[in-house]
């Protein structure tokens, strides 16, 4: 089973306790979101979990307990952008995010490391030669503790609408200004760019758009074979493998 913990909220920013207290007693238990009524009991078990998941714009709380995770194959998908507190008040600097996934890098190995990049949008502040800057630089100091950097666009949700009203889709000819020298820097230090949920006309050298849990980025995490069932992926737009998800929406 691959244990998802992040499309739904940020454990690791927000529940590390919570998750660590869990994986003690050995289960915890998901109210489905769209039927509360329907409640899943996973088995937190070595045994029975092939690799649990992480997805979080700061994994500091989780760092002084790894040990509690030893037994367990792990996987990371650490955000790391280029916004300030104007945006993203309560997410530590750039910087210090920067420092803690090469810790982790260093604790769990290059290939349970992946470096998000999303999503992007363009405003006179953060534009397009601000972004391409600050990615060559973190790209630069993430060199040689990832090899790979999953990179989206913003989408214009009602609910993205209604708490960032500024926002403005990326244009096409900046998508593709972005992707072209994304990639070539991504290139030059050892990274693949995966895209997620985005235009496959975008796809070019060091760039694909399978997704950035698909079951190669899985099976390379941690090193063997997965054998899937036949099943619809979460989401048409990529074969990334998301199930069995034990947050909760609008808790972050």
């Known amino acids: 089973m691959i244990l998802n913990t992040g499309s739904r909220t940020d454990i690791p920013a927000f529940y590390s306790d919570w998750f660590y207290n869990r994986i003690q007693e050995g289960y915890c238990l998901v109210r489905n979101p769209y039927y509360p009524e329907q409640v899943t009991k996973y ?4 045994q029975v979990i092939d690799a649990i998941v992480f997805c979080t714009k700061n ?7 790894l040990s509690l995770l030893s037994q367990y194959c792990t996987f990371w998908l650490v955000t790391i952008t280029p916004y300030e507190q104007d945006i993203e008040p309560c997410v530590p600097r750039w910087s210090k995010v920067i420092d803690n996934f090469r ?11 992946s470096w998000r990049y999303d999503p992007i949008f363009i405003s006179q502040k953060y534009s397009v030669s601000y972004h391409i800057e600050r990615f060559e630089q973190m790209a630069e100091d993430l060199q040689g503790y990832t090899r790979q950097c999953v990179v989206s666009f913003i989408d214009l949700y009602e609910k ?12 096409a000819a900046q998508q593709e200004q972005l992707i072209e020298t ?12 995966h895209l997620c949920c985005e235009d496959r006309a975008l796809t070019r050298a060091n760039v694909d758009a399978d997704g950035c849990l698909s079951q190669t980025v ?16 979460a989401r048409d737009a990529c074969s990334c493998l998301l199930g069995a998800d034990i947050g909760m929406y609008n808790t972050c």
Request: aromatic letters at 4%; proline letters at 8%.
């Open 43 to 46: 088995v937190l078990s070595p």
């Open 59 to 65: 994994p500091q709380p989780m760092l002084d307990r």
């Open 103 to 113: 810790y982790l890098s260093r604790q769990v190995g290059v290939d349970r490391m």
């Open 160 to 171: 993205t609408k209604r708490n960032f009203p500024q926002a403005r889709s990326v244009t």
């Open 182 to 193: 994304f990639s070539k820097i991504a290139a030059a230090k050892g990274m693949q760019i």
């Open 218 to 233: 899985l099976e390379r995490a941690i090193g063997s074979a997965l054998h899937v069932p036949k099943k619809k992926m």
